[in-house]
């Protein structure tokens, strides 16, 4: 148990207060994301890893975390993309070049990195769930060689809701990319794959002792995936999975982000399977 | 560690004195049937009887209320509110209120170390008395005993209406130096102070029972009584969930960042934008209270996470008793073992 007297003064911290960031690029992608480039003060690097969320604050308001879409391996700026989905990201919606945006973080876990090296990286992303999942993405196309194969499968509900097309195009058209886009809900002008990501998943060729999952999509995705990747015989220890969760504080303090007994922002957001299938509340 | 003798009759001289180390802040009466933790202003008002307050001392380090930062709406800017906590001293502490600022003490220093609270409770002294147990009290099955001195700088206990004064810390003989209204002599054993109210296992069986009542019927019937107020929680010693929200003045040029005290029975506690709720039922709520208290983190740390105030109980509007859930999650416990032992 932690005393007052294991404490030194210069161990604790002012946690609740962000650093303004400038927002260098802003542009709405769909009718409900924006998508936005951010600075840090000074050439400061943000320092994170894929997977790993910030606080996001405007005054007045308050805050929301949300996940970093851009890869560590960019550097001097950051990325998000925000969903239009609740108070405060209805007002970050008028966010533009120039406007300050108040950053905490970045927090939680991410993708343990180092235990993804050398293998073949199976990304599995349901709608927004794309957002931190392109953070591992262009991690991994920028150090290319140190992983093996790429395969993303990627589902909308219908195509205009797709994020990132521009990069969708790229990555269909590199070699060393298997991307499998799909909608729930076909336009006519649609000609790719119909249906929920799960249909992707049983006609993949998966080299079961070098594959990692990744796992991020709406808390109704994720046990189906699962089934299906154990359905392929798929080792749990080798699915991750990134949970949204209400992390208000970001630091383990404020207790809206519990699941059972573990800090979503402290022991995730990116959790690896083994570890979620005690914990009752977590799928 | 040294025992004085000090006379009822001299108790208010002795807060007298304390007030040259700080602030002293001790439970008074408020209305007929209330207590509450006050700054003293005339110690004869300070009283020594008493049951639990309200409130419990938690929000005197993590305040009900508390500004974060100040903003301007018009500049984008804000100004960190600092905390600046003058020596105080809390006299006339019930022993499992102090196990209970142990226990905040970890939550809030373990992992990121807040320097808010660090800054509150590193300028606090500790003066404990004894309680008589009432019909809620139910420390002793959590393993806190009227007379647990640990935290405290000094205590008091009550022999024969008079008291015994235990000096336990370097800091408690320097706020007694000088002091001429006390004598030394041996300490006593009180005997005759009896917990009404008790849980029937020892508190270190407790986590082999939760490990098995999570879809215990139990809840159900929790549930079905609970109204959801949040009362358990904001008046548990050891509950530190919060929220933090922003106030914009009418102006609407300025406004400030403040936290408040939240509570997991609210329906809305775990529910993220969009509208998923990670615990939308009120028998998950009832259910993570109590693995909060007994479970999640005593499998860490070995201790229960409650004192055994009986604030949630005695302040439930629905009735609600504590250690009666777990004392039903026992019963149902040993039924399971019975059936299991007879089916071999």
């Known amino acids: 148990m932690k005393r007052l007297q294991d404490v030194e003064h210069h161990e604790t911290e002012d946690l609740y207060y962000p650093t303004m960031c400038k927002v260098t690029g802003a542009k709405q992608i769909t009718e409900m994301e924006k998508w936005y480039e951010l600075e840090m003060p000074d050439g400061q690097s943000l320092g994170h890893s894929p997977g790993q969320f910030v606080e996001v604050s405007a005054f007045g308001i308050g805050e929301a975390p949300i996940s970093i879409s851009s890869s560590p391996s960019k550097n001097g700026k950051f990325e998000l993309c925000i969903r239009q989905v609740g108070t405060l990201t209805n007002v970050l919606k008028n966010y533009e070049t120039g406007d300050m945006m108040g950053i905490r973080g970045p927090f939680g876990k991410g993708f343990p990195m180092e235990k993804l090296f050398g293998k073949d990286i ?9 957002v931190p999942l392109r953070s591992l993405i262009n991690y991994v196309l920028d150090n290319r060689k140190d992983f093996g194969r790429l395969i993303i499968l990627y589902g909308a509900k219908t195509p205009s809701e797709l994020l990132f097309t521009d990069e969708l195009e790229t990555w269909k058209d590199r070699d060393d990319v298997e991307l499998h886009v799909t909608v729930d809900q076909p336009d006519e002008t649609w000609e790719g794959n119909t249906g929920v990501i799960t249909t992707l998943i049983p006609s993949l060729d998966l080299k079961l002792n070098t594959t990692i999952a990744a796992i991020t999509g709406p808390p109704v995705m994720y046990k189906f995936v699962v089934m299906s990747l154990k ?25 809206h982000c519990q699941i059972n007994g573990v800090y979503c922002c402290q022991d995730g957001p990116v959790f690896n399977y083994v570890d979620l299938k005690p914990l009752e509340e977590a799928l | 560690m040294e025992c004085f003798s000090l006379l009822r009759s001299d108790v208010p001289a002795l807060i007298d004195y304390l007030g040259d180390f700080g602030e002293v802040i001790a439970p008074h009466g408020k209305g007929d049937v209330s207590y509450s933790f006050e700054v003293v ?63 905040l003490d970890h939550s809030m220093l373990s992992g990121s170390a807040e320097s808010n609270y660090f800054k509150r409770r590193q300028s606090s002294r500790f003066v404990g008395i004894s309680f008589e147990p009432d019909e809620f009290h139910f420390s002793e099955s959590v393993g806190v005993v009227i007379e647990e001195m640990e935290g405290f700088d000094l205590f008091l206990n009550e022999v024969d209406g008079d008291f015994q004064l235990y000096v336990l810390t370097d ?22 102070r009896h917990f009404k109210k008790k849980i029937r296992y020892h508190y270190n069986r407790l986590p082999r029972v939760f490990q098995y009542a999570y879809h215990s019927d139990v809840w159900a019937d929790v549930a079905s009584r609970c109204v959801g107020c949040g009362a358990c929680t904001l008046t548990c010693p050891t509950c530190f969930c919060f929220d933090v929200q922003d106030e914009v003045e009418v102006t609407a040029e300025d406004g400030m960042r403040q936290r408040s005290w939240d509570s997991c029975m609210l329906s809305t506690f775990a529910e993220v934008a969009g509208g998923e709720n990670f615990r939308e039922k009120t028998i998950n709520r009832t259910r993570h209270r109590l693995y909060r208290k007994f479970k999640y983190i005593t499998d860490e740390e070995g201790l229960p996470w409650c004192v055994g105030c009986g604030r949630c109980t005695a302040f439930c509007p629905a009735g609600i008793s504590l250690p009666d859930i777990v004392n039903e999650l026992i019963q149902e416990d040993e039924k399971a073992q019975y059936h299991r032992t007879v089916r071999v």
Do not use: W
């Open chain 1, 122 to 130: 199976l990304v599995v992303a349901g709608g927004i769930g794309l």
């Open chain 1, 231 to 255: 359905s392929k015989q798929l080792p749990d220890d080798q699915i991750y999975l990134s949970l949204e969760r209400r992390m208000k504080c970001g630091v383990g303090k404020c207790g």
């Open chain 2, 41 to 103: 202003r005339d110690s004869s008002d300070v009283v020594l009887d008493y049951t639990r307050t309200l409130l419990p001392l938690k929000k005197m380090f993590l305040p009900p209320v508390e500004k974060l930062m100040g903003f301007s709406l018009k500049n984008g800017s804000y100004e960190q509110e600092d905390v600046i906590v003058a020596p105080r001293v809390f006299f006339g502490v019930h022993s499992y209120e102090m196990q209970s600022i142990l226990r």
């Open chain 2, 171 to 192: 800091s408690g003989q320097g706020m007694l130096n000088g002091f001429d209204k006390i004598n030394l002599t041996e300490p006593e054993v009180v005997e005759g």
